[in-house]
């Protein structure tokens, strides 16, 4: 097997198509951008959650942080030992704590579409 190949019945892509072509997800998903728009409708709050004011989206900077944090605190949790426990606690809680802001523009990035 080479690099660029995948072991046969694993197509991500196929999957995702097949998931994304689900009808039954539709009703939950109609539900769910009615309520992120219903709660975005305030001018300031679509704004905020948009990135409006830095000229660009907030959601992509927010992954970042919470990828980031998440990553670094499995790094430090490996290699760290004792001494890195509290480092690898404090990078996992603000991991944890950037998730809430990052999934909220991310709804509200995503019912606009």
Same mark, same amino acid.
């Given at each position: 097997?080479?690099?660029?190949?995948?072991?046969?019945?694993?197509?991500?892509?196929?999957? =995702?198509?097949?998931?994304?072509?689900?009808?039954? $997800?539709?009703? =939950?998903?109609?539900?769910?951008?009615?309520?992120? *728009?219903? &709660?975005? #409708?305030?001018?300031?709050? #679509?704004?905020?959650? @948009?990135?409006? !004011?830095?000229?660009? *989206?907030?959601?992509?900077? $927010?992954?970042? /942080?919470?990828?980031?944090?998440?990553? @670094?605190? @499995? =790094? /430090?949790?490996?290699? !760290?030992?004792?001494?890195?426990?509290? &480092?690898?606690?404090? $990078?996992?809680?603000? !991991? =944890?704590?950037? &998730? /809430?802001?990052?999934?909220?523009?991310? $709804?509200?990035? *995503?019912?606009?579409?």
């Amino acid at each position: 097997m080479t690099a660029t190949t995948r072991p046969t019945g694993l197509d991500p892509r196929a999957t =995702i198509h097949a998931i994304g072509g689900l009808e039954q $997800l539709d009703p =939950i998903a109609a539900t769910i951008t009615k309520v992120v *728009q219903r &709660a975005t #409708k305030p001018a300031f709050v #679509k704004n905020a959650l @948009s990135g409006t !004011g830095l000229g660009h *989206q907030l959601h992509p900077l $927010l992954t970042d /942080v919470t990828i980031g944090a998440w990553v @670094s605190a @499995s =790094i /430090v949790d490996a290699v !760290g030992g004792e001494t890195g426990q509290q &480092a690898a606690e404090l $990078l996992t809680g603000v !991991g =944890i704590l950037s &998730a /809430v802001p990052t999934a909220a523009s991310g $709804l509200s990035d *995503q019912s606009d579409r």
